[in-house]
């Protein structure tokens, strides 16, 4: 142990010396990222370093252990063999001549046992096949009583354990059992052989615990040893940290910079976007529902005149007033549809992706392929949200930017969660983006931000022959069957 630690401590002092002298040899010109990445393996080395030492130490200390214990419990067996041999030795003339029934022989081999006492707490007892005790000098208590079923503080065995290993020659057994000298519980060992012809089981025991406080101390030592080696390896350690992070802050207080120019950048955008989709759905308004409003107006005052002056073309006016009120609900209702669609909360997500291709399939003259399977549960709310959003972006980025002439929308659900599917035939993101001259726009970081909030995941796949967008939600967002929406269910509502 000493020999190892002096050698780790070598090895720590190398290593650092090391990182003492890259530190020395970075000029302030140098790019701090060097140093970091040539810091970083030190401190990984200085952690493998100590984690091998303690694995190492730890191993070899209980093996030292387990033998001295094995050692000094090997001794004790032996001496209570020996013991016990003197035991059979002072009762062998009674013993060897007496019959089976001769009491007279049985009470002198009790005197004779009941008066071997040894050391403080050493004695031999005797327990009677059936479990009744007949000596027992120290534990007087016991004598005359019959133990079977006896068990320790732990719930071993100790009186029919005893008699078993006698009836089968002799052995040893280790319970907890009181310490005659003070009356506390300790470890004992016991060394028990059979007297066959009387039906007797004759043992000695002796106690462990100077044996077991030993080991105690022992592997108190090594774990005292093992965390002081560990302090050094940890100051080591900290002082490699401290000279990283302090080249690091450095570095990091240039990048802030740059980081909150580029966060600005991004918060510039996303107003941009916000402004953008107000200033579409301004359009919106002006061009579709103001003009025919305002065409409805026009037909409503004219139909005025002509009802006064008793024109028979007032009617007329009348139906025209009406036909475009209903034009100007229509509109109404894609605008809003486009800002949240009803169906989606209604009926659910196939229902609302299914109006979306079809609206977009009647604006852009695209052919759209629609494919949704019935869940075995149903998406939460969040969920359906997000994957709508998905697609919804996915379907203005083809119309935009991706020339295709076919689109395949696919949604459905599997034992890991659900999946939506979008594929189209066109002519793939690096080439619309160098047509536009445009990097990643801000649809795509929404979707793969929309997933992450999910736990999800976003894969995107694109070429020259077109681009594929797959979004999957995990099982934790799909409600349970027996769920109900709250507008009751049908085969659609039923999808997500």
């Not at 009356?183 to 060394?191: F, P, Q």
């Not at 605008?335 to 609302?352: H, T």
């Not at 759209?368 to 549960?377: I, Q």
């Not at 649809?443 to 022959?465: P, T, V, Y």
Request: charged share 25%.
């Amino acid at each position: 142990m000493p020999a190892a630690s002096h050698s780790l401590g070598g090895a720590l002092l190398t290593v650092f010396h090391r990182l003492a002298r890259l530190r020395a040899a970075l000029s302030p010109g140098c790019d701090r990222r060097v140093f970091l990445l040539a810091a970083v393996p030190l401190i990984l080395a200085l952690a493998a370093v100590a984690v091998l030492f303690a694995f190492q130490s730890r191993q070899l200390a209980d093996r030292e252990i387990a033998d001295l214990e094995t050692r000094l419990i090997e001794a004790k067996k032996r001496e209570l063999q020996n013991y016990l041999s003197l035991a059979r030795s002072a009762i062998s003339i009674d013993y060897g001549r007496a019959a089976p029934d001769d009491a007279t022989a049985k009470e002198r081999v009790i005197q004779t046992l009941a008066a071997m006492v040894y050391g403080q707490d050493g004695y031999f007892f005797v327990f009677d096949y059936d479990g009744t005790n007949l000596v027992a000098p120290r534990q007087t208590g016991l004598i005359g009583r019959n133990w079977s079923g006896l068990t320790d503080a732990e719930g071993t065995p100790v009186t029919d354990r005893l008699i078993a290993i006698a009836r089968n020659g002799a052995g040893y057994h280790s319970y907890l059992w009181p310490k005659p000298s003070t009356g506390d519980v300790a470890r004992m060992v016991a060394y028990v052989a059979g007297l066959q012809d009387w039906q007797w089981a004759l043992g000695t025991g002796i106690f462990i615990d100077d044996v077991l406080d030993t080991v105690a101390t022992a592997r108190a030592e090594t774990e005292a040893r093992v965390r002081q080696t560990f302090l050094w390896i940890a100051l080591i350690a900290a002082a490699a940290l401290l000279a990283v992070f302090l080249s690091g802050l450095a570095m990091n207080l240039r990048d802030r910079s740059r980081a909150d120019a580029k966060l600005k950048a991004l918060t510039q955008r996303i107003f941009d976007t916000q402004e953008e989709e107000r200033g579409r759905v301004a359009r919106e308004l002006h061009d579709s529902i103001s003009q025919i409003l305002v065409g409805i107006r026009y037909a409503l005052e004219l139909a005025r005149r002509r009802l006064r002056s008793g024109d028979a073309r007032a009617e007329a006016n009348l139906d025209t007033g009406i036909d475009a009120l209903g034009q100007a609900i229509h509109e109404v209702r894609r605008i809003s549809r486009d800002l949240r669609p009803g169906v989606l909360d209604d009926l659910g997500l196939g229902p609302a992706l299914q109006a979306l291709v079809e609206d977009f399939g009647q604006r852009t003259g695209i052919a759209v392929d629609f494919e949704t399977v019935v869940f075995r549960n149903r998406l939460d709310q969040e969920a359906r949200i997000a994957l709508y959003r998905i697609a919804q972006e996915a379907l203005t980025n083809i119309e935009r930017h991706a020339g295709a002439s076919r689109i395949s929308l696919r949604v459905f659900g599997h034992p890991a969660g659900a999946t939506l599917r979008i594929e189209d035939n066109g002519r793939g993101m690096a080439e619309a983006r160098a047509a536009t001259g445009r990097g990643q726009g801000l649809g795509l970081r929404n979707m793969q931000e929309r997933i992450d909030r999910l736990d999800g995941s976003l894969r995107i796949q694109s070429s020259r022959s077109g681009t594929m967008i797959e979004a999957q939600v995990p099982l934790s967002h799909l409600l349970p069957p027996e769920t109900e929406a709250p507008h009751g269910g049908d085969t659609e509502r039923r999808l997500a």
